[in-house]
């Protein structure tokens, strides 16, 4: 059967994860229907569910006032450890050794403050060139900020791949370059740009060769990939819920730190009441015991109401689980590309990496026509009910996200793309 709907609406009635569709709500097109939404990799679309957390905080407040910190299903004091199981499987770790709290940025800047201390023969922070720019400018800010200059401190290796993708043997010789000057590598789980996955592994255990610490961005990877943070013996990691895992705009983050750092006494950081030992929080002494794990890096008590739909889609997660997201993720890649390469055939450059261990669940499209002709290819896109991302200069984003995404959808997406490049 080679006809693409034929087999698309077959795969689509095969699907173990067709049902989950339905527990979103997907922006509407103008025309009222529901969009087909690729932009997940950006702001994912809400869980109906998200509603009904919103408004267990609220009816919690209106009817408890302060007691909701004791009392209710799911009392504020200890909110945020009602997510630390479900984000230890999203990431490949214990419930000890992640936490929810502020957001991807803050977090980055929280973790640096106890793994980047900078000696004068250990002083340099590795990480990708052209990477998300918040990442390089708290980078930059932290070499500054401790008397350094990024001209010699801040490494960035460039892409010398196929299609501009970065090679793990460019990462590593970077590292031994740097050797016993490395102080920290910063490198993404999932690069926001071309979508590629990076060998977690690999990078960790070159890192820890020359004696640096390594943390990664999973901004692009959490509820994309599956992920092993503590058996790839990651030191620490940060990310954002509001893309793949579609906690709502501005969701509150996430932090992981190894369970090998999670106790040490020798670790300076900056500390807030959230951060103290649990049991004597509320004895309000002054001075600061850190609680064990990732939760003793909290500052404050948390934003419930930013918090709350984070937990209905944990939960569609918990069920759906990552490893089926993964393979459904591969099975709409090779459509959409083979879709794209019969329809829109030399008009369009995948920069994606293809082979299905470095690619995420994004397809960065360039149109070769040229940077105008793409921005135009991207409008009509929208127009017509496919929404993606445009990423200057010249790169247009398409994520089909498994939990929402049907095959059918590709097939018409890829149409779609071929229509709007049809006109110049
Ligand atoms: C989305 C993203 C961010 C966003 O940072 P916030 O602090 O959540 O605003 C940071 N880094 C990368 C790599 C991203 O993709």
Known sequence: MTNPIAR???????????A??????????????????LCGNSLGPMPKAAQDEVAEV???????GVRGHHEGEHPWLVYHERFAPSLGRLVGASAQ????????????????????????SRFRILMEAGAFPSDRQALASQIEWHGYSPADALIEVAPTGPKGAWKTDDFIVAMETAGDTLAVVLLPGVQYRNGQVLDIAALTAAAHRVGATIGFDLAHAVGNIPLQLHAHDVDFAMWCHYKYVSGGP?????????????????????????????SSR?????????????????????????LAPLAASLAIFDEAGMDRIREKSHALDRFARELIALRCGERIDILTPIDAGSRGCQLSLRVVAGREHGRRVFER????????????????RLAPMPLYTRFIDVERATQCLAQALESP
């Open 8 to 18: 698309a609406a077959q795969w689509d009635a095969q699907d173990p994860l067709a």
């Open 20 to 37: 989950f569709r339905d527990r979103f709500l997907l922006p509407l097109t103008q025309q009222g229907e529901p969009a087909i939404y």
């Open 58 to 64: 609220l009816a919690s407040w209106s009817t408890r």
């Open 97 to 120: 050794e992640v936490v929810a709290m502020n957001t991807l940025t803050v977090n980055l800047h929280l973790l640096l403050a106890s793994f980047y201390r900078p000696t004068d």
């Open 250 to 278: 501005g969701a509150v983050g996430g932090a992981f730190v190894h369970e090998r750092h999670g106790t040490r006494t020798d670790l300076p950081r900056l500390a807030g009441w959230w951060g103290h030992e649990r």
């Open 282 to 306: 509320f004895q309000m002494g002054p001075n600061f015991q850190p609680t064990p794990g990732a939760d003793g890096w909290q500052l404050s008590n948390p934003p419930i109401l930013s």
């Open 381 to 396: 896109l929208e127009a017509m009910g496919v929404i993606g991302d445009w990423r200057e200069p010249d790169v247009i």
